[in-house]
Structure formats: C-alpha cells, structure tokens
C-alpha cells in the first residue's frame, strides 16, 4: 500500500535536523517549529532529501548524509561577483555592510540572495552561491503525517492547507 510510504504525489510533514558531517554543526532543524510539510516528487525539495526517505513510514526515522552533488549543488566561481561599492551607497545609509553579511539583490529573474566575502573601499565581493554549496549534509528525518495529495494540489504543483484547498 503506497499511501502508508512516502511515495510521490503524497502530501508529507516531517521533522528534520541537518548537521555537517564533518563537524556535527546544525544548520537548520525544525525542532520547537511545525513540522515541514512538502508535496513529494515535485522537485520543492534537494534531490538526496526526497530520494532517501521514500518508502518511509509514519513514525520512521532515517538519517543519511548527501554528497553536494544530491544536495545544493557544487559552487560556482562565476557565482562570485566584484559589485562597485557605489552601488551601496543607498543601502549604506541605513546600515554598515561587513563581511559575512547576507543581502538580497533584484535581480532579472528575481530576488537573489547573496553573501558579502570581502569589502574594499571601492568594491563588495557577492557570493551568490547557497551558502551550503559544495557540502555534504547529514539530515535525520523522521515522517509525522502522510496523506494523498488532492488534485487541486497536484494540479499546482504544492501543499495547500491541512484537507488539500486553499485557505
Ligand atoms: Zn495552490
């Protein structure tokens, strides 16, 4: 019976803790927030993520580390970019840019995250990679809840509230 296994077109919720397997750092957990709840098989989810818990029952716990392959990709060096300093100087009126720094440009296509790697007086280094490319990621999940996807969520592509609709 595929609707008691995380299979896709099933609606999931799942607590989950992601270490670095070589430290054991957490960089994100859902520990004391609502579990995350995902459409599975439509892509909303890192590749590793999705593959390692199918077949999982309600209750089950699995862990496993991904290579950044099945997980947020290798980084880019072409995804480092050298911005005038100038084009701050709004943005610097209200706040002091550091190294470290994670900022979101407008770009084109959208809103862009980025990480500030250097600063000079003339230039800002932006990292647009995720912040957690070219990692291994060890996650432990453990699946809370499953139930069918309706065909309204389906037909969108993504979870809507708890019977399916929209709110
Ligand atoms: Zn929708």
Do not use: C, W
């Not at 809370?144 to 969520?153: G, I």
């Amino acid at each position: 019976m595929t609707e008691n296994t995380v299979s896709n077109n099933m609606v999931a919720s799942v607590h989950y803790k992601g270490t670095l397997p070589e430290n054991g750092e957490v960089f994100d957990s859902s520990e004391g927030r609502e579990p995350l709840t995902f459409l599975v098989g439509h892509k909303q989810m890192i590749p590793g993520f999705e593959e390692e818990i199918m077949g999982a029952k309600i209750g089950e716990t699995r862990e496993f580390t991904l290579s950044s392959d099945r997980a947020y990709g290798d980084r880019d060096n072409d995804a480092v970019m050298e911005i005038p300093r100038e084009q701050f100087a709004q943005l610097e009126q209200e706040a002091t840019l550091e190294t470290g720094m994670q900022l979101v440009a407008q770009m084109p296509h959208g809103p862009s995250p980025f990480t500030i790697t250097s600063l000079t007086d003339d230039t800002v280094t932006a990292d647009f990679n995720h912040a957690l490319a070219g990692q291994s990621l060890t996650f432990s999940v453990e699946i809370v809840e499953l139930r069918a996807a309706s065909e309204e969520e389906l037909a969108h592509g993504h979870v809507h509230g708890p019977d399916g609709h929209h709110h």
